[in-house]
C-alpha cells in the first residue's frame, strides 16, 4: 500500500497540528517521523490510518482518498495497518497470548486460526515463553515485544510505531529496534521517536516541527551503515 498526504492541515481548537503536510510512502519504505513534543509526530501517523480526518488537504491509501470512502469500506482498508504505541497497551487481566490473540477474534477470525496467528506472532519477536505470563510478570522490553507481536498478528502491510523505544534502557532499546526491522522486512514502517536513533538503521529520516515538516532524507551520521 503506498500512502501519501496532500496539503494535510490539522487544527486542535484552532491551534495548527500539522500544517500544508505533502508526504509519500511508497510500499515497503522504512522512514522516521522526528521532532520534538508538540512538533505533530503522533498526529501525523493517525492521519496516516485514518484515525484522524484532517481539516484540510487529502489522505491517499493506493491513491484512493481515504476520506471519500465509506466508513465501512474505511475500516476494512485500516485492516491493513498496525499500531504499536507508547505504552504497550496490554490489558493486564489478560496473559500475553490473549492480549494478541483478542484483536483477531473482534475482527471475525476463527478461534483456531487466531491462536495459531498469535503464537506465529510471539515467536516472531522472540517471547513464545511468556504467552501465559501476565503483562506484569514481564520486564519493559518483554512488554514491547508483545506490543509489537499483537500489531503483526493481524498481518498487515503497514507498521506504525508511536515512540516504540521510550522508557527502555539503551540496550534493551537496540534489542526492540532489531526486533522492528526483522518483523518489518516486508512491510512499510513509519516510526515517530523524538530524534534520530542511529540503532534504528533507518534510511530516511522526517524532521517536523510546529507542524511541518522541515527536513526529509537521510539524518547527519544516522544512516543504515552507522551501526
Request: with cysteine; glycine share 10%.
Amino acid at each position: 500500500m503506498e500512502l501519501r498526504l496532500e496539503g494535510i492541515a490539522v487544527r486542535f481548537d484552532g491551534a495548527p497540528a500539522l500544517s500544508d503536510v505533502s508526504v509519500a510512502f511508497p510500499f515497503g519504505a522504512h522512514v522516521g517521523i522526528c521532532g520534538g513534543p508538540g512538533s505533530g509526530k503522533t498526529t501525523l501517523l493517525k492521519v496516516l490510518a485514518g484515525l484522524r480526518r484532517p481539516d484540510e488537504g487529502r489522505v491517499l491509501w493506493d491513491g484512493e482518498d481515504v476520506w471519500a470512502l465509506s466508513p465501512a469500506t474505511r475500516r476494512d482498508r485500516q485492516a491493513a495497518f498496525g499500531m504499536v504505541f507508547q505504552s504497550d497497551a496490554l490489558f493486564d487481566s489478560e496473559t500475553i497470548l490473549m492480549n494478541v490473540e483478542v484483536p483477531l477474534l473482534r475482527r471475525g477470525v476463527p478461534a483456531p486460526e487466531a491462536r495459531a496467528r498469535a503464537l506465529e506472532a510471539l515467536g516472531d519477536v522472540g517471547i513464545t515463553e511468556a504467552a501465559d505470563l501476565l503483562p506484569d510478570q514481564l520486564s519493559g522490553g518483554m512488554r514491547k515485544r508483545a506490543g509489537i507481536a499483537r500489531a503483526i498478528a493481524a498481518r498487515p502491510k503497514v507498521l506504525l510505531a508511536d515512540d516504540p523505544l521510550a522508557g527502555l534502557d539503551p540496550s534493551t532499546a537496540a534489542q526492540i529496534a532489531r526486533v522492528l526491522r526483522r518483523v518489518a522486512q516486508d512491510r512499510t514502517l513509519v516510526l515517530a521517536v523524538p530524534d534520530p536513533l542511529a540503532q534504528l538503521r533507518l534510511p530516511r529520516w522526517i524532521r517536523l516541527e510546529a507542524g511541518r515538516i522541515v527536513e526529509d532524507g537521510p539524518a547527519n551520521g544516522v544512516t543504515p551503515d552507522t551501526v
